[in-house]
């Protein structure tokens, strides 16, 4: 992502959640300035973001120091109770891809025991600089770069969880299709994929129009691709 010139500020209320627990997770008043100034300078490479780390490399001086960020992810029942708490909701999913994080789904997953925000415990470190305090000034500068991603992108932050995008979709697919068979059980095999394929392409093209809708009304254009 590109540097931010003019501050760490975030527009979304998850990604300001996230912040707030790198500035919990931070040990020192100095480190968090520090690695401020080297994300919005432009020190961190590329982000390679995975189910449960984050791995990138900070430039200061003539050094580059690997950096490597690790969160807790959900176990398999907290996965499962996730899925079942999008799909309880029309709109989530759309919600969900268009780059909004409902505030109702964060506080439902809460109550159910699943907790998607982490807080600044959380949120390991490890640097090649081999600082004593961890996050150093350089884990925090990718700390706050991954804020910045997760501000434009909140399955982001699903994905530290353990959930990447695309097992989401199957899980939730998976969902609908099993719904199908247990309202049609009588239905020939030919005849239950072909209803099944029909409800799919029903439930994407739901998903698709409220994504549209949802663009037109903000005035801007709808982003789509990873829905086809």
Do not use: N
Not at 108 to 131: F, I, K, M, R, S
Not at 149 to 178: F, I, K, M, T
Not at 200 to 216: F, N, P, W, Y
């Amino acid at each position: 992502m590109p540097a931010r010139r003019g501050g760490v500020r975030v527009g979304s209320w998850w990604a300001k959640a996230w912040l707030r627990a790198v500035e919990e997770a931070a040990y020192a008043e100095a480190d968090l300035r520090a690695g401020r100034t080297l994300a919005r300078a432009g020190s961190v490479g590329a982000l390679t973001v995975g189910p449960g780390a984050v791995v990138a490399a900070v430039i200061e001086g003539d050094d580059a120091w690997p950096v490597q960020v690790t969160v807790p992810r959900l176990p398999r029942e907290a996965v499962a109770t996730f899925v079942e708490l999008v799909a309880a909701e029309a709109g989530r999913i759309a919600e969900l891809l268009a780059g909004d994080l409902p505030h109702s789904l964060v506080e439902h997953a809460d109550e159910a025991g699943v907790e998607l925000l982490p807080y600044g415990g959380e949120l390991a470190t490890e640097c090649g600089c081999q600082a004593w305090a961890q996050p150093c000034r350089h884990a925090v500068a990718v700390l706050t770069q991954v804020g910045w991603l997760v501000d434009g992108d909140p399955l982001v932050l699903v994905l530290l969880r353990g959930l990447p995008r695309e097992d989401l979709l199957s899980a939730l697919h998976a969902r609908d299709s099993q719904r199908v068979r247990e309202r049609e059980p009588d239905l020939p095999p030919d005849e239950a994929a072909d209803l099944d394929a029909a409800y799919d392409a029903a439930v994407r093209a739901a998903r698709l129009l409220e994504v549209v809708a949802r663009a037109e009304a903000e005035g801007h254009d709808a982003d789509i691709d990873h829905l086809l």
